[in-house]
């Protein structure tokens, strides 16, 4: 089988660069023009996905993205940062009409070219073998190309013409790609069969995600106002901000009710709004949100419908991440807005759930996973106890319990997970760290590790990805993710390929109402896991 490429550009988007850029950009070789395009592409926004950790104004972009999207890294270093040359391309008839091969040297014959500098280097990656996006180099795209995005983001579709599509550096178009992989689900892993997958198209309500960015720049203009880039949960400014949100999206409900027939099932609750008054207002979010809607009108645009094609690819744990994190990696008050009317069934305390019955199973038992199958059978009350004991929010509450499920250390330093999500604050951390619940917690995870990993050198999990000894978080988290995949994956055999919109992890966003029962006993009759689903209407 030919290797397939998930990397789309949008077809619309190469002719404005042809167009704005002049022979500059279409004298290149076209493997380098829509090498340009796919990072344009993939970069117009700075969101979670793609910003840098250590420069958060700047997007990350790998040696290994740059590989992929214009065949050599030095290629890309010659054209963008310290210049190329262009020889004609000829055949035994003679000169062939613009068209020339990239030289990194002089040669005879070749024309000298300036560096085009139309993606800026902002910082240099570390250099120390690192993983994560805190290694990867750091960069912004020029004013001139931010320009050509804006322009074009800002064109009505009638003005594109018939140069709208998406398509991969070969041609292929996303339906064409599909259906090769037969389905959205591209695999190179696990064990699971091709057929097993869903469809690639997701149904997007273009009438809610421009309401919900019409919200979301009233926000902005009141953080602009306030001039300040946080406004803390419930304060003062907050309230006053979270005030005038409300009242508009009340002087707006009536149109909304005549958007809202139009939309995905109907329904006119605003659980995206619920969502963005539910923690701090921050500037940094707001921009983002706006980029990840930004995004989904002009490629539901692209493909002159109200849909989105999702792809998704599997990490080394069998994990299935959607390529850009579309929908899956938004902000949920974007993904509430897109999938309206949509349906989540998200498995109850899925990891912890999953770690009991292994060890059950294998007639593992120690006083410490008492902790565990308190969270299991109460898992609200624990996190609204925890939320209390520690003074902060369920939320930071439900990020620490599962960082230290996947095996994050229970201390104060800034290079673990359990730092960030206190964001440094010094007291919090204190708190968390000699709080005697959660210190059980983390000793309950390291005697797992020993029962379900034990001294085994290598290791495959549930859907047959092997591992080698990588320490104890990485291991204990290949496991257990390894189960959820395969959780997914018999949630997915037995549904139609057309009802599934959405994968999340360790949930699954329906179009159409399912009975959590029904979900629950197909789990265990495949798999032997008893869980239970929660349901949440979009």
């Known amino acids: 089988m030919r290797k397939l490429s998930t990397d789309f550009y949008p077809s619309s988007l190469l002719a404005e660069a042809q167009l704005v850029l002049g022979s500059e950009f279409s004298l290149l070789p076209k493997r380098i023009q829509i090498g340009y395009v796919l990072a344009f592409w993939k970069h117009s926004g700075i969101i979670r996905h793609n910003q840098h950790i250590k420069r958060p104004d700047s997007f990350a972009m790998s040696e290994a993205e740059v590989q992929r999207c214009f065949t050599d890294r030095r290629n890309f270093r010659s054209v963008n940062d310290t210049g190329y040359w262009l020889k004609p391309k000829s055949n035994r008839y003679g000169l062939i ?85 037969g389905g959205a689900i591209s695999r190179d892993k696990s064990s699971t069969p091709e057929e097993v997958n869903i469809e690639v198209l997701v149904k997007v309500d273009l009438h809610l995600l421009a309401h919900h960015k019409r919200q979301l720049e009233t926000l902005q203009l009141w953080l602009e106002i306030y001039r300040l880039n946080v406004l803390t949960y419930k304060s003062k400014e907050w309230k006053e901000v979270s005030s005038k949100l409300v009242t508009n999206e009340g002087a707006a409900r009536a149109g909304a009710k005549r958007e809202a027939k139009q939309a995905l099932g109907g329904v006119n609750r605003e659980l995206s709004l619920q969502s963005l008054l539910s923690k701090d207002f921050t500037l940094e979010g707001t921009q983002q949100r706006l980029t990840e809607i930004n995004t989904l009108i002009v490629t539901a645009r692209e493909m002159r419908d109200s849909v989105i094609p999702v792809f998704y690819t599997e990490v080394s744990t069998g994990r299935y991440t959607s390529k850009e994190a579309v929908l899956q990696g938004y902000h949920k008050s974007v993904r509430y807005a897109a999938l309206k009317g949509c349906y989540e069934y998200d498995l109850e305390a899925a990891h912890q759930n999953i770690l009991i019955q292994l060890l059950d199973r294998q007639g593992n038992n120690f006083p410490e996973l008492a902790v565990v199958r308190e969270y299991v059978a109460k898992k609200k009350q624990v996190r609204e106890r925890l939320a209390k004991e520690l003074i902060t929010s369920v939320g930071i509450v439900k990020e620490i319990i599962q960082e230290l499920t996947y095996g994050a250390k229970l201390n104060r330093s800034p290079k673990q997970s359990v730092y960030k999500t206190c964001k440094g604050d010094k007291y919090l951390l204190d708190r968390v760290c000699n709080n005697d619940w959660l210190k059980q917690l983390h000793t309950t995870f390291k005697l797992a590790y020993k029962y379900l990993v034990g001294e085994n050198k290598e290791t495959a ?78």
């Open 97 to 181: 009409d613009n068209q020339y091969t990239l030289l990194r040297k002089e040669e005879d014959g070749a024309i000298e070219c300036k560096p085009t500098k139309w993606i800026i280097k902002t910082i240099m990656s570390s250099q120390n073998n690192g993983k994560g996006t805190g290694y990867y180099n750091g960069y912004k795209l020029s004013p001139k190309i931010s320009d050509l995005l804006e322009t074009w983001h800002a064109k009505p579709a009638d003005e594109l013409g018939d140069s709208v599509g998406f398509v991969n550096h070969k041609g292929d178009s996303v339906l064409e790609i599909a259906a090769e992989l």
């Open 461 to 538: 999990n549930a859907v047959g990805i092997a591992f080698e000894r990588d320490g104890e978080a990485r291991e204990l988290a290949h496991i257990l993710q390894g189960y959820e995949r395969l959780i997914l994956d018999v949630l997915i055999a037995h549904s139609k390929p057309n009802d599934i919109a959405l994968l999340v992890h360790d949930c699954v966003v329906y179009y159409t109402p399912q009975e959590p029962e029904q979900l629950s006993a197909i789990v265990e009759k495949e798999t032997g896991f008893k869980l239970q689903f929660s349901e949440e209407r979009y």
